[in-house]
C-alpha cells in the first residue's frame, strides 16, 4: 500500500504562483512513478504532469513551460511547481503513484485532493 498526502493549495490571483507537495509512504513506495492529476467541476479528472524514478518529466496540454513536476527520493516526496496560474487552472489536484516497479502509467494510488483556486 501507498498513502499520499497532498499540500500547498491555495487561492491565488492569475499570474502568480504556488507549489504543492505529496508525501509518499507505505510499503508499496519504491520506484513508483508520480504524477499530479486535476479535475475542475464538471470536468473529468486529467493528467496534469508526471515523473518515473530517475526519468525525464512529462507535461501535458496548457501547463506546458509554466509548471515543473520534481520528486525527492530521500524525502519520498514530489512537488509540483506552478506558475503563471490562470483561472482555467483552477481545480483540485491530486497526487498519484503507480505500482512499483509497473511498467505503464496505471494510477492506482491517490490522494485527497489540494484546492487551487486562481482568481482573475
Known amino acids: 500500500q501507498v498513502q499520499l498526502v497532498e499540500s500547498g493549495g491555495g487561492l491565488v490571483q492569475a499570474g502568480g504562483s504556488l507549489r504543492l507537495s505529496c508525501a509518499a509512504s507505505?510499503?508499496?513506495?519504491?520506484?513508483?512513478?508520480m504524477g499530479w492529476h486535476r479535475q475542475a467541476p464538471g470536468r473529468q479528472r486529467e493528467l496534469v504532469a508526471a515523473?518515473?524514478?530517475?526519468?525525464?518529466?512529462i507535461y501535458v496540454g496548457s501547463v506546458k513551460g509554466r509548471f515543473t513536476i520534481s520528486r525527492d527520493n530521500f524525502k519520498n516526496t514530489v512537488s509540483l511547481e506552478m506558475s503563471n496560474l490562470k483561472p482555467d487552472d483552477t481545480a483540485v489536484y491530486y497526487c498519484a503513484a503507480t505500482r512499483a516497479n509497473g511498467s505503464n502509467w496505471a494510477w492506482v494510488y491517490w490522494g485527497q485532493g489540494t484546492q487551487v483556486t486562481v482568481s482573475s
Open positions: 507505505g510499503s508499496g513506495y519504491g520506484n513508483n512513478a
Open positions: 515523473i518515473r524514478d530517475g526519468g525525464s518529466p
